[in-house]
């Protein structure tokens, strides 16, 4: 079945900090991987996507993820984070045309 | 707002009541999803839609839950004598054909259930 995991269940840092957040996925076919974000009070929207080419995809408000698929991941960096990032960061594969999304990670930014 | 929408945003219930929530996905959408997502994890599938045909169910959808989409507009989703453990927020979201292939989803703010 396929399944995602994210590494992490919350993260507290302070402003100007780097980030990584971890995500693994399983799944045999070809992926659409994504990255989606839910800021406090908001509906999730999308961060960044990959579907195939450049395994390094550039998304919204600075951040970036590498597709890895011998290692089946794909981890979402930003070099300097910012208090308005605090937020849930969901990773997320498109597999046989469902989005089956990972728990979350809390992010939480210190000002 | 030509967002996906949702009603109610919060419903209040007793356990063995039944419930139904709404949603207007974007107009020119032709596929709509619905999540359930509790504290501390993602959103779960559920099941979808490609214009009024329903392509999968997830079997976590029990036969207590039912879902429509008659016309290939808004949808709705139904909970047959609700149980304290339906308690979750539920979440839609539409996509357009071209959309689809990459998985991006628009997302409603959600309609949270409490059964008490």
């Known amino acids: 079945a396929q399944s995602v995991s994210q590494h992490n269940h919350h993260v507290i840092l302070s402003e100007a900090a780097s980030l990584e957040l971890g995500c693994n996925y399983s799944y045999g076919g070809t992926v659409n991987l994504f990255w989606y974000v839910q800021y406090p009070g908001q509906h999730l929207q999308l961060l960044l996507k990959?579907?195939?080419?450049?395994?390094l995809v550039k998304g919204i408000k600075g951040f970036e993820a590498e597709f890895i698929k011998s290692k089946f991941s794909f981890n979402l960096r930003k070099p300097s984070v910012q208090w308005s990032d605090t937020a849930e960061y969901f990773c997320a594969v498109n597999a046989d045309d469902k989005i089956i999304f990972g728990k979350g990670t809390r992010l939480h930014i210190l000002p | 707002d030509t967002g996906v929408s949702q009603d109610p945003r919060h419903k209040i219930t007793k356990r063995g009541q039944n419930v139904t929530f709404r949603c207007d996905p974007i107009?020119?959408?032709?596929?709509l999803y619905w999540y359930r997502q509790t504290l501390g994890q993602g959103p779960e599938f559920l099941t979808y839609?490609?214009?009024?045909?329903?392509?999968?169910k997830s079997r976590l959808l029990s036969d207590r839950f039912s879902a429509e989409r008659p016309k290939g507009s808004f949808s709705t989703l139904e909970i047959q004598r609700t149980e304290q453990g339906d308690s979750a927020m539920y979440l839609c979201?539409?996509?357009?054909?071209?959309?689809?292939?990459?998985?991006?989803?628009?997302f409603g703010e959600g309609s949270r259930l409490t059964v008490l």
């Open positions: 979201a539409s996509s357009t054909r071209a959309s689809r292939d990459t998985g991006e989803l628009f």
């Open positions: 990959y579907f195939s080419g450049d395994p």
């Open positions: 839609f490609q214009n009024e045909a329903q392509l999968e």
């Open positions: 107009s020119e959408h032709n596929r």
